[in-house]
């Protein structure tokens, strides 16, 4: 069974920054594209980032766009999401997520129906 564990949640101010870890369970981290979601109070689920198996493709929502970095450390099974520059509307439960297809070294899911794995979330709060 995959397990995808989130951290580095946490309460910052606006203008701060986080960096959200995501480890991955087993042996095949390095064929998952991997990518971030988050949900506010309310809200849908909504796409943030996402990255190719290779690491050589990325993608991001345009609110986030200059502001957030998705990376991955495929010895370490884990990939990250630096938050820079926060808003208080990046306040949200953000959410890893794996892909197993395995298809094309550039493919980036942007769709929560094209992953697999799920974690559990880590609430990030933004405050004014």
């Known amino acids: 069974q995959v397990q995808l564990v989130e951290s580095g949640g946490g309460l910052v101010q606006a203008g701060g920054s986080l960096r959200l870890p995501c480890v991955v369970s087993?042996?095949?981290?390095?064929?998952?594209?991997m990518g971030w979601f988050r949900q506010a109070p309310g809200k849908e689920r909504e796409f943030v980032a996402a990255?190719?198996?290779?690491?050589?493709?990325?993608y991001y929502t345009d609110s986030v766009k200059g502001r957030f970095t998705i990376s991955r450390d495929n010895a370490k099974n884990t990939v990250y999401l630096q938050m820079n520059s926060l808003k208080p509307e990046d306040t949200a439960v953000y959410y890893c997520a794996a892909d197993n297809s395995y298809g094309s070294r550039w493919y980036v899911p942007r769709l929560a129906s094209e992953y697999d794995y799920w974690g559990q979330g880590t609430q990030v709060t933004v405050s004014s």
């Open positions: 087993g042996r095949d981290f390095s064929r998952y594209a």
């Open positions: 990255i190719s198996w290779s690491g050589g493709n990325t």
